[in-house]
């Protein structure tokens, strides 16, 4: 342990309790902060985990953090459409302005019930993250907030209003502006300021300013009624019309720039019937459903496509088992290769990219890191397959919802316009996670067995986080962002992969949704929508137990695993349900699948029967197992097909030379000799029963094959070649991990301890104390003896002293602590800024000042 450093000597139990709230109106968004309870800061923080990276070590800074430019446009993105709006609303009002003037500008004159019920929350949730402070009858916006949505001719504003009158004239001359008030019907006055006020008063009379426009010209009032709902600015010539001209003279146009003319706020305010939105979204719009179904018909459904799902990832790893695609050199699979795929798993490509992101995103795929760089099934693959039905679907759902890798993105195009692959770098979308779990969470809110209306599902969730743009026109309001298309990629996703049942939530997809907890009676998951204060993303047992839970849900619903097949008359076998894994890998490699559903067909034919051959089986192995498997007796068919390809199986045999082709049966390699089609072998006989060729054994093997017959491979000891499918695994590989939209959510404990942090950095930047030498307000600098003359008093004493001290790193901070020993050179006190008992080498204390007598 550092004698350099201080060290807790002994955990102090008490905790910096929060100062009792300002009496008078805080002046600063500091002073709000530090009027607040301790739980209000955790929930700024937990609202705003930006905050938090590194640890403010007071209020002050804090608030300085809450007020910069990206951590400020990060929190007024992530407001759903009605707080966002209430932020424009103040922005465009008067700084500070009452919870009533905010009303106005919200409901209009004539008033709207939706906005006076949802006022309050959106406020509250303003105030929580920091974004407004002050009390309701001062409420401001903080500057940073205003600037990027006070309307500018750079930036308009996103409520379509223009400057105020008193901006808008910033600049004219004073005779301009008297001109202006006199045209307006109203007595000059002696300067330019009452001026300006005489001529907002105007416009913000109702009466006065009806009275005003009904004198005005039918075209001057059609220019108005363009400009009223933004932009609000247009174009003069030097010398405009009559009609404009009646407009300029009044004020309700005024020039900001040659040839450039604004509509007042005030004046289109009144236009608007005191709006300052054409629509005000106060409630969120509701999610509709399309259709009904029973519970039991969507259960039933989803299980069938879950049981599909793991079918389908199977049978893509099974393809590339002894390794397979090639890596392209930028990452990712190449177009020809996913076309071949989508072949292979029958299927359409962009379904095949989904299921081979899936089986990435939960790390049974990856690429083999070898020179030739392939791709190819992990060490996991094989633990998850020995997995039970239930819980390997578990697996692929939790990784499905964790992702960010989005396959919807594939074959699409990147901003310098290259084409998104599948497995490649560019498809994570930190905002995938969220948005899956929220599509989910809103079809748990449906009545059971509903499916939802994609439209309004979208219109939702535009709702709870509009686009970032806030300058979109009014007609793209429907253009799909990215979080739209996301969402209805869930639910084509969440079908294909077993969570929902002809579009509505099943119950084990309800189970993987946080606060969905277990029914008694039915045994029916039901979501709870309240957010969850007490658990936070980083306790990694919450996911775990949803996962198991929906494996248990899910498991009454699967078929049991079959033992057994019916074999046909016509060469084929009927497998009418999933079969276990040993007798479905041993069915695999004795025949081909010719058709999948809910019974799968497998066609025995020469080539597959041969291939069981060359895997090591005898004729009798191949009778026995299908008797053994069979609930239909052998057909003859089959038995003589057997037999038939066992007899000729090995007669010919295969080895380096290159390679020969021995057989005892001289007729036969006269014949193989005569074919034209061994032309291209370029065999010769060596001896009677002897051909050699300058092929190699491979493509020897496949080339007498391909002209019917059965020959074998064999050693350089003359034994017959055993050949069995290698299975190609990549070294260990974790899952990807998702990429986080921002900094990580912060639990619970690390919370509380920045909260107990700030109080007591915040109590040792403003406790009172006196004026140092230098009387600058910077760390007290004291010689050693005045330091251990200092902290020796303040213990007899048992007063708190305000210290400088430097750490080992150079880093210098200050400090209030009450002195409890000094000794040895080093003084042991209770630290108020670290809240516990620590020991201070006295050669780091750069000095000592003693606090103010208040």
């Known amino acids: 342990m550092s004698t350099d450093e201080p060290q807790p000597t002994d955990s102090a139990d008490a905790s910096a309790s929060a100062p009792p709230r300002a009496a008078e109106t805080p002046r600063s968004l500091a002073e709000a902060l530090r009027s607040r309870a301790d739980g209000a800061i955790a929930d700024l923080l937990r609202a705003r985990p930006d905050l938090l990276n590194p640890v403010p070590t007071d209020l002050t800074q804090l608030a300085t953090r809450a007020g910069t430019r990206a951590s400020v446009v990060r929190a007024l993105e992530r407001l759903d459409r009605f707080a966002q709006q209430v932020a424009e609303a103040l922005a465009v009002a008067p700084d500070p302005a009452t919870y009533e003037e905010v009303r106005d500008l919200l409901a209009g004159d004539d008033g709207d019930a939706d906005v006076e019920r949802a006022l309050g929350r959106a406020l509250g949730t303003l105030h929580e993250q920091a974004l407004v402070w002050g009390p309701d009858d001062r409420l401001r916006l903080v500057r940073t907030a205003r600037e990027l949505l006070a309307p500018s001719p750079q930036h308009p504003s996103p409520t379509g209003l223009g400057p105020t009158v008193a901006e808008a004239t910033a600049g004219m001359s004073p005779t301009r502006i008297q001109d202006i008030v006199s045209a307006a019907g109203l007595p ?12 907002t008063a105007l416009f913000t009379d109702r009466a006065r300013m009806s009275a005003l426009l009904d004198e005005a010209p039918s075209e001057s009032v059609e ?3 363009r400009l009223v709902w933004g932009p609000p600015y247009g174009q003069v010539t030097a010398d405009p019309a009559r009609h404009l001209r009646w407009l300029l003279d009044r004020g309700l146009l005024l020039p900001t720039a040659p040839g450039t ?32 179904h029973r519970p039991q018909v969507v259960d039933a459904t989803a299980a069938g496509q879950a049981y599909t799902a793991l079918a389908t990832v199977e049978e893509l790893l099974k393809d590339w088992d002894e390794g397979g695609p090639a890596v392209l050199r930028a990452g990712g699979l190449s177009v020809r290769d996913l076309k071949r795929t989508a072949v292979a798993l029958d299927t359409t490509e962009p379904l095949a990219a989904f299921w081979v992101e899936l089986a990435y995103a939960a790390g049974l795929l990856a690429s083999d890191g070898e020179a030739d760089e392939r791709y190819a099934a992990t060490p996991a693959y094989d633990e998850w397959q020995e997995l039970p039905a239930p819980e390997r679907w578990s697996a692929l759902a939790t990784a499905w919802l964790a992702a960010t890798r989005t396959a919807g993105l594939v074959g699409g195009r990147d901003g310098k316009d290259r084409t998104l692959s599948a497995l490649g770098p ?8 969220e948005v899956r779990h929220r599509v989910l969470e809103l079809l748990a809110a449906l009545p059971e067995g509903s499916a939802p209306v994609p439209e309004s599902l979208q219109a939702r969730l535009r709702w709870e986080r509009p686009p970032a743009s806030r300058n979109r026109p009014a007609d793209s309001a429907h253009a799909p962002d990215l979080r739209s298309r996301i969402a209805l990629w869930t639910l ?9 049942g002809r579009g509505a939530l099943s119950t084990h997809g309800r189970a993987l949704l946080p606060g969905a907890v277990e029914d008694d009676a039915g045994g029916r998951g039901d979501t709870r929508h309240a957010e969850d204060r007490t658990s936070t993303p980083a306790d990694p047992h919450l996911p775990a137990a949803r996962a198991a839970r929906a494996a248990r849900l899910l498991a009454p619903l699967l078929p049991e695993p079959l033992d057994h097949v019916l074999l046909q008359a016509d060469l084929t076998a009927v497998a009418p349900g999933p079969l276990e894994r040993p007798l479905g890998d041993a069915l695999a490699v004795l025949a081909d699948v010719e058709s999948k559903g809910g019974a799968t067909v497998y066609r025995f034919s020469p080539g597959s029967v041969r291939r069981a051959l060359d895997a090591g089986q005898s004729a009798s192995d191949l009778h026995a197992f299908l008797a053994a498997h069979s609930r239909t007796p052998v057909p003859q068919p089959l038995a003589y097909l057997i037999d038939d390809v066992a007899r000729r199986h090995g007669h010919l045999r295969i080895g380096a030379a290159s390679a020969y082709v021995r057989c005892d049966d001289e007729a036969l390699l006269n014949e193989i000799l005569a074919d034209k089609r061994a032309q291209s072998l370029r065999l010769r006989r060596l001896a009677p029963t002897v051909l050699a060729a ?29 050949t069995r499918a290698h299975a190609h695994r990549t070294p260990p590989r974790s899952a ?30 403003t406790a009172p104390r006196k004026e140092t030498p230098a009387g600058d307000g910077r760390l007290p600098r004291t010689t050693a003896a005045e330091t251990l003359a200092t902290m020796q008093a ?3 004493t048992g007063e708190a002293v305000w210290i400088g001290y430097v750490n080992a790193e150079g880093s210098a901070s200050q400090r209030v602590i009450a002195p409890v020993r000094v000794e040895g050179g080093f003084v042991t006190a209770y630290d108020h800024t670290a809240d516990e008992v620590r020991t201070y080498p006295l050669h780091r204390v750069t000095g000592v000042a003693e606090l103010a007598d208040d």
Do not use: C, K, N, Y
């Open 426 to 433: 560019h498809l994570d979308r930190s905002s995938a996670p």
């Open 736 to 765: 990807p991990e998702p990429v986080p939209d921002g900094p990580p959510l912060p639990g619970v404990t690390l919370i509380d301890a920045a909260v107990r942090a700030i109080r007591a950095g915040d109590l040792a930047s």
């Open 492 to 500: 084509e996703e969440a079908e294909l992969l077993g969570v929902t």
């Open 794 to 796: 303040a213990v007899l």
């Open 694 to 722: 300058q092929a190699d054994p491979g493509a020897l093997l496949e080339g007498l094959r391909s002209m019917g017959f059965a020959p074998a491979a064999e050693s350089a000891d003359g034994d017959v070649l055993i």
């Open 223 to 225: 220019v108005l009624s």
């Open 188 to 199: 000059t006055t002696h300067d330019p300021v009452s001026a300006v006020r005489s001529l």
């Open 261 to 292: 003319v604004v509509l007042p706020r005030e004046a289109a305010l009144h236009l608007r019937a005191g709006r300052a939105h054409r629509t005000v979204a106060a409630t969120p719009p509701p999610v509709e459903a399309a259709r009904e």
